[in-house]
Antibody, heavy 120, light 109 residues
């Protein structure tokens, strides 16, 4: 049974750095083809793809947010971490992580999401 | 900047058939974009429906089908049920990065 869950602060001050953790079970990120992606959704708006990390540590980022994002993994802990620097109120959103099977580029299992509000 | 376009809203009658489409600003959508379709109901996380153009997940009802249609990715719902009222998002792969469509709000009325 594959599950993912996101954790991190609910409130972040403007200009601060956000650190989110995706903890998963039911699969291994050391298995060939496995990937984990981060996605966000501002209230009432569409989904936005942020970043993806491959089993071999290859990393990809949204072009518009590339300079602010870092994705990393800890295979032994079954965790993927996303950091986003210089947070702004427009970054207020629910942040999701999802599993991606890189052998077929299938996005299948999603976490429940964590709401992050950026406010002073 | 790549833009993926979906119909903002569609309405369908219960038992009817509706097709949602997903277009890319870069040109025709092909299987190489590995189209994924997701369903999202209010207050819930997205749920994967279709991957790799037409592959249903084990939990996806058979009334949902994916295809390529006229240079776009398409999601067809046949025999629509009231519980299919939701937001539907497509997701396209661009060789390392991904882009979501703006979503289609499907009303069953």
């Amino acid at each position: 049974q594959v599950t993912l869950w996101e954790s991190g602060p609910a409130l972040v001050m403007p200009t601060q750095t956000l650190t989110l953790t995706c903890t998963f079970s039911g699969f291994s990120l050391s298995s060939s083809g496995m990937c984990v992606s981060w996605i966000r959704q501002p209230p009432g708006k569409a989904l936005e793809w942020l970043a993806l990390i491959h089993w071999d540590d290859d990393k990809f980022y949204s072009a518009s947010l590339r300079t602010r994002l870092t994705i990393s993994k800890d295979t032994s802990k079954n965790q993927v971490v996303l950091t986003m620097t210089n947070m702004d109120p427009v970054d207020t959103a629910t942040y999701y992580c999802a599993r991606v099977d890189g052998s077929s580029w299938t996005v299948d299992y999603w976490g429940q999401g964590t709401l992050v509000t950026v406010s002073s | 900047q790549t833009v993926v376009t979906q119909e903002p809203s569609l309405t369908v009658s219960p038992g009817g058939t509706v097709t949602l489409t997903c277009a890319s600003s870069t040109g025709a959508v092909t299987s190489g974009y590995y189209p994924n379709w997701l369903q999202q109901k209010p207050g819930q996380a997205p749920r994967a429906l279709i991957s790799n153009t037409s592959h249903r997940h084990s939990w996806t009802p058979a009334r949902f089908s994916g295809s390529l249609l006229g240079g776009k990715a398409a999601l067809t719902l046949s025999g629509v049920q009231p519980e299919d009222e939701a937001e539907y998002f497509c997701l396209l792969y661009y060789g390392g990065s991904w882009v979501f469509g703006g979503g289609t709000n499907l009303t069953v009325l």
